[in-house]
C-alpha cells in the first residue's frame, strides 16, 4: 500500500553537431545517437542491448531502448545499478523508449572527485546525442550523487529520482540523529570530501537539504520513495526536510510513501507512479 505526499497526485498503476559552452556540451535537436563506443561488448541487461565500455578506466554502459524517444530522454542510475532493479523504474523507461546509463565512480559518497567524473561522462554522452538533461536516479546513499551532481549542473538535470535517498550525510553515514550511521563509511566519507576533522563535516552546509534553490531554479522535479519505518536513512532526516523545504521554494516534488516499510525493499511493487512523473517532467523540458 502506498500513501501519498500532501500534494501527490493520486495516479497510480541525447553526432552531427556540438557547441562548447560555459564548459559543458550541448546537444543539437538534430543529433543522431552514436553508441559505438571504443573496444565495448555487447550484452543484454533487462531484455535490452546494452553497450559495455571503459571509461577513465572505470566500467560504463548504455542501454538503448527498442524504440527510442525522439527526445532521446535518459535516465542515469549513480549507484546500485542493479539492485532491485525492476522496482525502481529503469526497466520501464527502457520500455518507454527512453536510454539507460551508468558510469561506475566508487563508493564515493557523491565526493568532488566523483561529480568531476560524472560530468565527463556526461559530456561524452551528449556528443553521442543523448537529451542535454538526465534523469537521475538515486538509491539510497546515491542520493547525495543525484543531488550534488544536480546543484553542480542544474541545467543538465530534468528530475531526481530518490529511493531511500540520503540527502545529509550527517543522519547517515554520520549518525548523527535517530538512525544507526555507518562508522566505516562515515571516516571514509570525511577522507573523500578532505574534511580536516568530524567538526568541519558537521559544519558543513553543502548537504543536498541545504542546496535546494539552484534546483528550484532551474525547474528540476524531484519525486522520492521512502519507507516510513526506515532506520537506517530516517526519512525524517532526509526526504521530509527536503520535501518541506522545497515546496517552500515553490519547487515540484512528490514523495510516494511506504506504510511499515524499513530501508529495504527499494522502489515499489509497481513503479508506475515513479515513471508517470519522470516521463511528464522529463519529457516537458
Not at 32 to 45: H, M, R
Request: charged share 20%.
Amino acid at each position: 500500500m502506498i500513501r501519498q505526499g500532501t500534494a501527490a497526485t493520486s495516479r497510480c498503476g541525447l553526432w552531427a553537431v556540438g557547441m562548447l559552452l560555459a564548459g559543458w556540451v550541448c546537444c543539437s535537436a538534430a543529433q543522431e545517437v552514436n553508441l559505438d563506443f571504443p573496444e565495448q561488448t555487447l550484452d543484454q541487461w533487462q531484455g535490452f542491448t546494452r553497450h559495455k565500455f571503459q571509461f577513465e578506466g572505470r566500467e560504463a554502459w548504455v542501454v538503448e531502448p527498442q524504440q527510442p524517444r525522439a527526445e532521446r530522454l535518459f535516465s542515469w542510475c549513480l549507484i546500485f545499478p542493479d539492485a532491485f532493479t525492476e522496482r525502481c523504474a529503469a526497466p520501464q523507461l527502457l520500455a518507454a523508449g527512453c536510454y539507460h546509463v551508468y558510469c561506475d565512480v566508487g563508493n564515493t559518497f557523491g565526493a568532488p572527485e566523483a561529480i568531476g567524473r560524472l560530468g565527463r561522462f556526461h559530456d561524452e554522452l551528449c556528443r553521442r546525442g543523448l537529451a542535454k538533461k538526465a534523469v537521475l536516479i538515486g538509491i539510497s546513499r546515491g542520493g547525495l550523487y543525484a543531488h550534488n551532481y544536480a546543484v553542480a549542473h542544474p541545467e543538465r538535470v530534468s528530475v531526481i529520482y530518490g529511493d531511500a535517498a540520503v540527502l545529509d550525510f550527517k543522519s547517515w553515514p554520520g549518525g548523527l540523529g535517530v538512525g544507526k550511521g555507518s562508522s566505516a563509511d562515515w571516516r571514509e566519507l570525511l577522507k573523500l570530501y578532505e574534511f580536516q576533522d568530524e567538526a568541519a563535516a558537521k559544519a558543513y552546509t553543502g548537504n543536498p537539504v541545504d542546496q535546494l534553490e539552484p534546483l528550484q531554479k532551474a525547474g528540476v522535479a524531484l519525486i522520492y520513495v521512502v519507507g516510513d519505518a526506515d532506520d537506517v536513512v530516517p526519512w525524517s532526516e532526509n526526504t521530509q526536510r527536503v520535501e518541506t523545504r522545497y515546496r517552500e521554494l515553490g519547487g515540484v516534488v512528490e514523495v510516494l510513501h511506504k506504510p511499515e516499510v524499513g530501508h529495504h525493499p527499494h522502489g515499489l511493487d509497481d513503479p508506475a507512479p515513479v515513471v508517470q512523473f519522470i516521463l511528464k517532467h522529463a519529457a516537458s523540458k
